[in-house]
């Protein structure tokens, strides 16, 4: 079984775990993303988006790395990391 283009770890009780870690961060990173756009400061918020890019592109190169799910970690998380790079282009550049 895979999760996120990684085999999960042993099965067991510690796979809710693993999956409620990942989820975890996954919250924190869109709630700091949301208060930015809710500030109202377009260009702190492409820092930002910038910044946290880089938690799908490390995601992407781990599970390349671990010679897992290419075509997963290219379309989940290669393309949600160009996303990201994408929408905060314009806002650093001072673009609405």
């Known amino acids: 079984m895979h999760s996120f283009g990684l085999p999960l770890p042993e099965a067991g009780v510690n796979v809710a775990w693993w999956l409620r870690l990942k989820g975890v961060r996954d919250v924190v990173s869109g709630l700091v993303v949301l208060s930015l756009m809710v500030s109202g400061e377009p260009r702190l918020l492409g820092v930002v988006l910038l910044i946290e ?3 799908p592109a490390g ?3 781990l599970i390349l790395a671990a010679r897992n799910s ?3 970690a290219l379309s989940i998380h290669g393309t949600t990391a160009l996303l990201m790079v994408a929408a905060a282009t314009p806002l650093i550049a001072g673009l609405r």
Request: a negative charge.
């Open 53 to 55: 890019a880089m938690i």
């Open 59 to 61: 995601d992407m190169a």
């Open 70 to 72: 290419a075509g997963c």
